[in-house]
């Protein structure tokens, strides 16, 4: 897998803290931790980590500068993204694109992915600085992207193209005898408010099983639903018959 720690996200002169705050989000939430500011708004803003939530610590170990140049010197693999095309701005590369050529090359060599002003992108001058550029494919009515949305996407592309996978917990499913049990206790409580047919009840039940056997339940889930059961009993206390049509 790719290490993460190659590939930095800079931000050239961010003019909201809430955006940059929520690019810190964006970056961990794909993996990324190395975020390189060129004359930033203010930091200390508290819109920067509200925004940021549990990205705290992105935010504090942002590394500022005072140009692009210098925040791409010691960088092989820079990569500007742009949503303008034009004699300069030319063999642009989608996310996808760009994920797959880093993944080739950002274990021996740095990489940075350059995002520019949310207002007015990056100027030619500082595309030039970059080995590559690339941009986000989007409907011909509105091509404007936050900065945030940006910098998750190709955050993302770089996640799968790494072979990331999402952090999860082994499902246990439930035990036949739990499965049972939860049966037995729903077909007296649906019986107890006249859902089910007295003289057929197993009619339905046969249907209920289907749908709950599809889903695949797991401990926790079983006793969510006799919790539910539970209550439909107590409710059901003062039940005096299924009304009449």
């Known amino acids: 897998m790719t290490d993460t720690n190659g590939i930095a996200i800079v931000l050239v002169e961010p003019q ?4 940059v705050g929520m690019v810190c989000r964006a970056m961990k939430n794909m993996g990324l931790t190395r975020l390189r500011l060129v ?32 925040a791409l010197a010691d960088v092989p693999l820079s990569v500007a993204t742009t949503r303008r095309h034009g004699k300069y701005r030319r063999e642009i590369f989608t996310p996808g694109e760009v994920a797959a050529r880093l993944h080739a090359d950002s274990e021996t060599n740095r990489a ?26 989007t409907a011909e009515e509105y091509g404007s992207l936050n900065l945030a949305q940006a910098v998750l996407i190709f955050s993302y592309e770089l996640f799968r193209e790494r072979g990331g996978e999402v952090s999860t917990q082994p499902r246990v499913l439930a035990p036949g005898d739990d499965m049972e049990t939860l049966y037995h206790h729903m077909e007296q409580s649906l019986l107890r408010i006249g859902f089910l047919n007295p003289q ?23 006793a969510v639903l006799r919790g539910l059961m539970s209550q439909i009993d107590w409710a059901a206390a003062a039940f005096e018959g299924k009304k009449k049509s």
């Open 16 to 19: 909201n803290p809430g955006n």
């Open 39 to 70: 004359n930033p708004c203010r930091l200390d803003h508290p819109d920067a980590a509200k925004f940021a939530v549990s990205a705290k610590d992105v935010l504090e170990r942002a590394e500022l500068f005072p140009t692009l140049a210098a």
């Open 112 to 137: 940075a992915l350059v995002f520019g002003r949310e207002d007015s992108g990056l100027t030619t001058d500082e595309v030039a600085l970059c080995r590559w550029q690339a941009t986000i494919p």
């Open 200 to 222: 057929n009840p197993a009619h339905l039940m046969r249907t209920l099983r289907r749908i709950f056997a599809r889903a695949d339940l797991d401990v926790r889930e079983v």
